[in-house]
């Protein structure tokens, strides 16, 4: 695998970056969307709202996880899935930061 360059770019940058990222496939969009739904769901119960095998959620849970939008708890031999109210927070304040810096002043627009 490459080498990547995202240590040469700001903090601020890899975080927005980062939540992009785990947001930029619809399948994370829905199991967000069935985790906000609720307060806590195993992976099969996933699995059985979403048309997706059971490996394919897995792994968007996985990058859910490594976003840090979601945590985990192990049961027995399943994981409990929930969202991460700290990290949505923070999420959700880095991504209105980052749409909060467009110029709105009009005469300043470039492409028209």
Same mark, same amino acid.
């Given at each position: 695998m490459g080498a990547t360059k995202a240590d040469e770019f700001s903090l601020k940058d890899? /975080? +927005? !970056?980062g939540f992009a990222k %785990?947001? !930029?496939h619809p399948a994370r969009i829905a199991i967000l969307r069935l985790l906000l739904s609720?307060? %806590? *769901? @195993? *992976?099969? $119960?996933i699995v059985d709202e979403l048309p997706l095998s059971q490996s394919t959620v897995s792994q968007h849970l996985k990058e859910l996880k490594q976003a840090g939008l979601i945590k985990g708890d192990i049961e027995g %031999? /399943? +994981?409990c899935y *929930? @969202? $991460?109210?700290? %990290?949505?927070q923070k999420a959700a304040s880095t991504i209105q930061n980052f749409f909060g810096l467009k110029e709105t002043d009009e005469s300043k627009l470039c492409c028209e």
């Open positions: 890899n /975080r +927005v !970056s %785990a947001l !930029s609720r307060k %806590a *769901c @195993i *992976c099969g $119960d %031999a /399943r +994981v *929930c @969202i $991460d109210e700290e %990290a949505w």
